[in-house]
């Protein structure tokens, strides 16, 4: 009895490690499309397509290309230099991506260029590092990007189609008639100083007065700084913990923009609470009200200091609530004496 013991335990032994030692199969691939947004020598940034279930983790994905082939539209093997931003591509890879931002494909097989992105570049004449391009012409998703940003005042960079995309806005301080403008753009050792200048509106009519500037960076590399043609001292906010702003503002103060939740939209058991702030100390204070001011719950979240920083927090509603409407109030916290400033007040429906 005990050798029979014996003999079943060495068999299982050894079955579980063939099974542990046992390669994945080409069966276990799994494969979408995406689209190029960043190249460099052993990875790509890819934004997923749409209909794809990996867009459901991140919209932003790097794929580590160290171990994987490269092929053209024919089949032919390429190398990563003969992939360009805004290519259309079909990855295939184990199926398993790491869960941060952007997230992660660490093992990847095989990269085919579907669709090769237009080079259009010839039609473009840069003058002083920079292209102005013709705000009618642009592709949806950068006009989409402008008119997300409207509402907050900074600097970003975005890459579409192999172009760098520089976009400063003015929001709130539209209130001065004045506009951003880029002069000039210099190529140094290490950086790229983007010069701008404050354009008035005087003596032009509110249709051709523009209240942000859109640029194309002919350098695709260096890091870019912002610099005041007219006042050294001037700091040009940028956003931290976001790429870019791809999503539209539904609620706002000077200092505080909300992307989510919307006003008057309904909610179950939590408020998916998400934003940018540019406050004291970087916090952004909450209350959840009743319709008759009373407080169910309180909290903060952290934004940023001297630049836009993304927020985002699960705010949860206690089950026992009878009310059918609540206030999601928003704040900082003055540094003089603690009153409330930059309000913003977005009223929710309970779901039943």
């Not at 029979?4 to 499309?33: H, Q």
């Not at 579409?160 to 000039?184: C, M, P, Q, W």
């Not at 509110?206 to 700084?225: C, M, T």
């Not at 206690?318 to 009153?339: F, H, I, R």
């Amino acid at each position: 009895m005990k050798k029979l013991l014996s003999l079943v335990l060495c068999t299982l032994m050894t079955l579980s490690l063939l099974i542990g030692c046992t390669p994945a199969d080409d069966n276990e691939r799994v494969s979408f499309k995406a689209t190029v947004l960043e190249k460099k020598d052993a990875s790509l940034l890819v934004e997923p397509d749409k209909e794809s279930t990996e867009l459901n983790s991140s919209d932003r994905i790097i794929v580590s290309i160290t171990d994987s082939s490269l092929f053209n539209s024919q089949n032919d093997s390429i190398a990563i230099d003969d992939i360009k931003t805004g290519d259309l591509l079909v990855i295939s890879y184990n199926g398993l991506i790491a869960e941060s931002y952007p997230a992660q494909i660490n093992t990847c097989y095989e990269i085919q260029v579907i669709e090769s992105a237009p080079d259009d570049t010839a039609e473009m004449i840069f003058e002083k590092g920079f292209y102005r391009p013709n705000y009618n012409s642009l592709p949806k998703e950068i006009t989409e990007w402008v008119s997300y940003s409207q509402e907050v005042p900074c600097v970003q960079e975005k890459i579409h189609n192999g172009h760098r995309y520089f976009l400063i806005t003015e929001g709130a301080r539209l209130s001065e008639r004045t506009a951003a403008k880029v002069e000039d753009v210099i190529a140094q050792a290490d950086k790229l100083e983007i010069r701008i200048t404050s354009v008035s509106d005087e003596g032009k009519d509110s249709d051709s007065f523009s209240s942000f500037d859109l640029v194309i960076l002919e350098n695709n590399e260096l890091p870019f700084h912002c610099t005041d043609a007219d006042n050294p001292d001037e700091y040009f906010m940028g956003l931290i913990g976001l790429r870019e702003i791809d999503k539209k503002v539904v609620a706002a103060s000077e200092w505080i923009k909300i992307f989510s939740p919307q006003p008057h939209e309904k909610i179950g058991d939590t408020i998916l609470l998400t934003g940018l702030a540019n406050v004291f100390e970087g916090t952004v204070s909450y209350q959840l009200l009743t319709g008759d001011n009373e407080v169910l719950d309180s909290g903060f979240t952290t934004a940023a200091m001297g630049d836009w920083g993304y927020f985002e927090e699960n705010i949860l509603i206690p089950s026992d609530l009878n009310d059918e409407t609540l206030t999601l109030q928003l704040y900082s916290e003055s540094m003089k004496d603690g009153s409330k400033m930059f309000v913003v007040d977005i009223p929710l429906l309970l779901a039943n």
